[in-house]
C-alpha cells in the first residue's frame, strides 16, 4: 500500500519569507507523479504544483517550487516571497497506479505572519 | 470552461434521513472521484466512477452509502440513513483520463454535511 507522510502538522513564517513544507511516500512504482493541493480556509481544494517521476527538473509554478528526491521518496514544496493568502492547508497527494485514486498526507497548516 | 461543481454546498440533515450531494465534472471529464474529509483529517478516498460504471469502490462504507455516474446528468453521492458520524465534507474531483495516465484531478468546492 503506498503511504504519504507529511511531518510537519503546522508552520508560520513571517509574509515575503521562504517557506519549505516537506512530504515523503512510499512506493514500488518507477513513473509516477506527485501532486500538492492547497486548503484555504474557503476549504476548496486548489492544485499548487504537479510533479513527474520521470523528470529530473523540478516543477516550478511561479512562486511555488519543489524539491524533488526519487531516491529519498521526498516531495517538498518550497514557497518564495510568502504571501498572506498563501496561509492554508497543504496536503501532499500520491495517485495509485491505474485507478489514480489519490492517497493524501496529513496535511500542514500553514500560517504567514503580517 | 466552468470547473467541477457540486451542490448543494451545504446540507443539515437529522439522523435517519438521506442525504444527496451531487457532482458534475468538468466539461470533457469522464471519470469521476468522490472523497471525504473529516474534521481536522485529509481526505480520503471513497470511489471512482466512470460513465456508467463503477471502477474502484473500495473505500466506500459497505452499508447506506452508494454512488452513481449515469449517461446523462451528474453524479450522485447517497447516503442513506445518516448518522452523526457521516458528518463530513465530501469532495468530488473529475480528470479527464485520456491516453496518458495519471491525470490531473481538479476538485469542486465540496458539500459539507452536517447531521444533527
Known amino acids: 500500500a503506498q503511504t504519504v507522510t507529511q511531518s510537519q502538522p503546522e508552520m508560520s513564517v513571517q509574509e515575503a519569507e521562504t517557506v519549505t513544507l516537506s512530504c515523503t511516500y512510499d512506493t514500488s512504482e518507477n513513473n509516477y507523479y506527485l501532486f500538492w493541493y492547497k486548503q484555504p480556509p474557503s476549504r476548496q481544494m486548489i492544485l499548487v504544483i504537479r510533479q513527474e517521476a520521470y523528470k529530473q527538473q523540478n516543477a516550478t509554478e511561479n512562486r511555488f517550487s519543489v524539491n524533488f528526491q526519487k531516491a529519498a521518496k521526498s516531495f517538498s514544496l518550497k514557497i518564495s516571497d510568502s504571501q498572506l493568502g498563501d496561509t492554508a492547508m497543504y496536503f501532499c497527494a500520491f495517485p495509485n497506479f491505474g485507478n489514480e485514486k489519490l492517497t493524501f498526507g496529513t496535511g500542514t497548516r500553514l500560517t504567514i505572519i503580517p | 470552461n466552468a470547473g467541477v461543481m457540486q451542490n448543494p454546498r451545504h446540507l443539515v440533515r437529522r439522523r435517519g434521513q438521506e442525504a444527496r450531494l451531487r457532482c458534475s465534472p468538468m466539461k470533457g471529464h469522464s471519470h469521476v472521484y468522490w472523497y471525504r474529509q473529516l474534521p481536522e483529517e485529509g481526505l480520503k478516498f471513497m470511489v471512482y466512477?466512470?460513465?456508467?460504471?463503477?471502477?474502484?469502490e473500495s473505500g466506500m462504507p459497505k452499508e447506506r452509502f452508494s454512488a452513481e455516474f449515469p449517461k446523462e446528468g451528474p453524479s450522485i453521492l447517497r447516503i442513506q440513513q445518516v448518522v452523526r458520524g457521516d458528518s463530513a465534507a465530501y469532495f468530488c474531483?473529475?480528470?479527464?483520463?485520456?491516453?496518458?495516465?495519471?491525470?490531473?484531478?481538479?476538485f469542486g468546492p465540496g458539500t459539507r454535511l452536517l447531521v444533527l
Open positions: 466512477l466512470q460513465k456508467e460504471n463503477i471502477i474502484d
Open positions: 474531483a473529475s480528470s479527464p483520463r485520456t491516453v496518458e495516465y495519471q491525470e490531473t484531478q481538479y
